[in-house]
């Protein structure tokens, strides 16, 4: 069975502490992983789309990188204002553009 | 660009009355449309598929009936919760794929409080 699991589930970092979220994945034929950014009460916001192992996208403070079993979305010298929820989906060959989404990191950045 | 949008933002109903709720491509064509209901804390969790001028494709549990997803054109996508009850209040979001992509655009969300 395909599946998703983001770890920790949350995470409390001090403005500048750097740190990577864990995106790892069972499936049986990966098309692409998908990053997003979900703040309180909106829609996910698009960040990254990495479609094979090897693969690193980067984008301001944050990197995200791919391997056969796993992604980790890499925050650099965090602040504030990165505080959201971070999600990861996978999306299977298996012939639908559905996504397989984990359960989330809850990323808090103090002052 | 890649821009989705979903009208109303917020509606209370009362129980029993049916709403519907629009996700709209702004800048694209979208040739696949999802609607998610997303609940306090939790992850989204996938209704139905739609393509446009299809019927949508519903996952296990999800009634159909209930939950009324038309896909008329391109630039549109409608969810109808019919005869709403307490249980049906959640945040509804809809995300939006272009044809020769495999990335989710996503709306802002409706908040959906059945009263």
């Known amino acids: 069975e395909d599946q998703v699991t983001q770890s920790p589930e949350a995470l409390r970092l001090q403005e500048g502490e750097s740190s990577s979220l864990n995106c790892s994945y069972t499936v049986s034929g990966l098309r692409g992983l998908f990053w997003y950014r979900q703040d309180p009460g909106k829609g996910p916001e698009f960040l990254f789309t990495?479609?094979?192992a090897g693969e690193e996208k980067e984008k301001e403070r944050l990197k995200a990188t791919l391997t056969k079993k796993e992604s980790f979305l890499h925050i650099t010298a965090p602040k504030p204002e990165d505080s959201a929820t971070y999600l990861c989906a996978v999306q299977a060959t298996s012939g639908t553009y559905k996504y397989i989404f984990g359960t989330g990191t809850r990323l808090k950045v103090l002052a | 660009g890649a821009v989705v949008s979903q009208h109303p933002s917020r509606v209370i109903c009362k129980s029993g009355t049916s709403v519907k709720i629009e996700c709209r491509s702004l800048?694209?064509?979208?040739?696949?449309m999802f609607w998610y209901r997303q609940f306090p804390k939790k992850s989204l969790m996938l209704m139905a598929t739609s393509n446009e001028g299809s019927k949508a494709t519903y996952e296990q549990g999800v009634e159909k009936d209930k939950f009324l997803i038309n896909h008329a054109s391109l630039t549109l996508s409608t969810l109808t919760v019919t005869s709403a009850h307490p249980e049906d209040s959640s945040f509804y979001i809809c995300s939006a794929r272009a044809q020769f992509t495999y990335e989710q655009y996503f709306g802002p969300g409706t908040r959906l409080t059945v009263t």
């Open positions: 800048d694209f064509q979208a040739t696949t």
């Open positions: 990495l479609y094979s």
